[in-house]
């Protein structure tokens, strides 16, 4: 009995304690908007990256329909792809809507919505906020048929779309399309998703037939997906798509880097990139890492010196500033008999990286290449 008490007491403490340590989890702010366009009060969500406060920065803009269910989708792809930079931080805006009212806005009404849409919400957006005019938009279902028109029609408002479990435009709509400039659109669906997979499949058609200039667009299926499950993976792959080129660029062998071009298509990669969203060194930089490592890891020696040659500024970085770094390239080389660069990079790492771990390996390494050239 008194073994139980204790034990109560010791755990009543640690709960007590946990407590102390607690911490409301925010995800974003709920703003009201009196509607003119609409006549009534609508609310909407509004996540702000986490660099927002401490830079002067301006940032893109996803905008979601149906905010109620997808906000925090939207928000938590944009935080876990930050992670390894594969897009740029975004302000997230979710739009909320209630049935029946929603399908109605977005198929009778669909011209007032785009008036509150255009009016009302990017109006508060970009005048209570720091954003560039990169804005993407994503509806699901109902709203993935408004959206579809929306960027064919409106196609200076948004600079990208994403739509999932539906999707459909008129032909003359898409054939009639014109732009100065690229626009992005992603469609998803599943076979699983009897009702709405028809649409799809027909826009997706029509998007074959006439490949309107500047509109770039692709459509998937997922068919192991559902109606209900589909959404989430349909917004993560649809940024992916828009932000295609915005990561490093990364191949898996030698083989796909030759198939899809070699070093034309990694200098063309850069070169939109710049286009895009401006110059990146460090994305640069680690795709050309990436190559060396590729090489190196496959045992690929033919590749490795050519990248060692092609990307040699890239060595002059910090990342290889370091007696780990000279002695792995340097055991390479000798593994390969090309002593005299096996040589090159024994010595250097000696010389600058005196009394490390890799002191001895590199010593026995510089004399058994100098013994191979004598």
């Known amino acids: 009995m008194r073994k139980n008490i204790f034990l109560l007491l010791i755990l009543t403490v640690a709960f007590v304690s946990a407590q102390k340590n607690t911490s409301l989890i925010v995800l974003g702010t709920n703003y009201v908007i009196d509607s003119k366009v609409l006549n009534q009060e609508r609310e909407i969500q509004i996540y702000l990256p986490d660099s927002y406060h401490t830079s002067k920065e301006k940032y893109p803009v996803l905008y979601v329909l149906d905010g109620q269910w997808f906000f925090t989708n939207g928000v938590a792809i944009q935080k876990s792809l930050r992670t390894p930079g594969a897009i740029p931080e975004m302000i997230v805006v979710g739009i909320k809507n209630s049935n029946p009212l929603r399908r109605t806005l977005f198929n009778r009404e669909r011209s007032k919505f785009t008036s509150f849409l255009k009016e009302e919400v ?73 009702y709405y997979v028809g649409s799809s499949d027909a826009f997706n058609e029509t998007l074959m037939k006439y490949n309107p200039k500047n509109l770039r667009w692709k459509y998937e299926l997922f068919n192991d997906e559902v109606h209900e499950t589909l959404p989430h993976l349909a917004l993560y792959k649809g940024i992916k798509y828009y932000y295609h080129n915005y990561d490093a660029l990364v191949f898996s062998s030698i083989q796909q880097f030759n198939d899809l071009g070699g070093l034309k298509y990694v200098n063309n990669y850069f070169k939109e990139r710049t286009k895009r969203f401006g110059a990146d060194i460090k994305s640069e930089q680690s795709t050309q890492n990436s190559l060396i490592w590729l090489a190196w890891k496959r045992d690929n020696f033919k590749y490795f010196s050519f990248f060692m040659e092609e990307f040699k500024d890239v060595l002059k970085t910090r990342r290889y500033a370091s007696a780990y770094w000279q002695n792995r390239l340097g055991q390479f080389y000798l593994k390969h008999k090309d002593y005299k660069n096996a040589i090159k990079f024994f010595e250097t790492g000696i010389k600058k990286y005196p009394n490390t771990n890799f002191q001895s390996d590199m010593e026995k390494g510089l004399k058994e290449a100098k013994n191979k050239i004598d």
């Open 122 to 194: 990017i109006g508060f957006v970009d005048s209570s906020f720091r954003t560039t005019k990169e804005r993407i938009i994503y509806g699901w279902e109902a709203a993935a048929y408004y959206v579809s028109k929306l960027i064919l029609e409106e196609k200076e408002l948004f600079t990208g779309a994403i739509v999932s479990d539906g999707g459909w435009a008129p032909e003359n709509a898409v054939e009639n399309f014109k732009s100065n400039k690229e626009v992005y659109f992603y469609m998803a669906n599943s076979k699983k998703d009897i």
